[in-house]
């Protein structure tokens, strides 16, 4: 994984559109990285409770961009507001040391990694909620 405090890796991929992003032009404040894949069971039990923490999100919890595999089709189909990102080959996550999903990481304000790797869903909630 990649030590907290340390400058985190850097993030270009393409959107639900196929525009390419870089996160540093959209990362505001504090973000959580969510490495999904929109087949994976564990995934689809979380899609409730990350509805359910977009639409209550408090002040101060972290922006959520989510990084994720399959089609733009299968993304879409969960309905959340967070960013989605297309990284097929899930390069993106390795970089951050995640070797499944869902697993979420914490990138502070200066764009340093913030924390270590939530694994689960559990973890990744209270990471969201932290």
Known sequence: GVPVGSKAPKVQLPDLEGKEVNLDEIRNGRTALL??????????????????????????????????????????????????LLDQGFRTGEAFGASGTPS???????????????????DVMNLLRS
């Open 104 to 122: 979420a990481i914490l990138i502070d304000a200066d764009g340093n990694v913030a924390s270590g790797l939530s694994v689960g869903g559990p």
């Open 35 to 84: 490495f999904w894949n929109p087949g994976c069971g564990f995934c689809q039990r979380l899609v409730d409770d990350i509805k359910g923490w977009e639409k209550e999100r408090t002040e101060g919890a972290p922006q959520l961009v989510l990084i994720s595999t399959g089609a733009p089709e299968a993304n879409r189909e969960h309905g959340f507001e967070s960013t989605i």
